[in-house]
């Protein structure tokens, strides 16, 4: 068995990872401003440029990590720096669409949340809207999950 104390007084700092779509984010953000979540955002990566004015907006630094496809490696360093920086307790990948690289699933393992729509793990893979569909599931919502090193394959809550 494994167990940890958490002092449930500490507020928890959270860094959010994104890109281009919005929706994640600003249902994030509006919950934090409005005191739902009990943490602290310290911080907003993201791939693209796109969701700056709108973390700004809130107060909350935002981080443009541009990844490249032939050097993936040279943007995770920074996107390590990053979380490092702000001493991250926990990390919400929110509509963040790069698979994290192994270093990063092991050095943050049980740290990196990821939420997405309640597809998974029901339909996993290419075009989950399109296999839902072919299901005919009419009802969806969202899940997370606990980042591992094989994409959506982590613990579920």
Sequence with gaps: MQWSLVDTQKRRRVVLMVSRESHCLVDLLYRWQAGE????????????DDMRSLT?????????VPVDPANKQKAFEQV???IDAARADCIVLARYMQILPPSLCERYA???????????PSFAGAKPYHQAYERGVKLIGATCHYVT????CGPYN
């Design 110 to 120: 049980g740290r990196v949340i990821n939420i997405h729509h309640s597809f998974l």
């Design 56 to 64: 700004e907006w809130y107060g909350i630094p935002y981080h443009h």
């Design 37 to 48: 979540l009990d943490c602290d955002i310290v911080g907003v990566i993201s791939n693209h």
């Design 80 to 82: 390590q720096e990053q």
């Design 149 to 152: 090193e094989e994409p959506g």
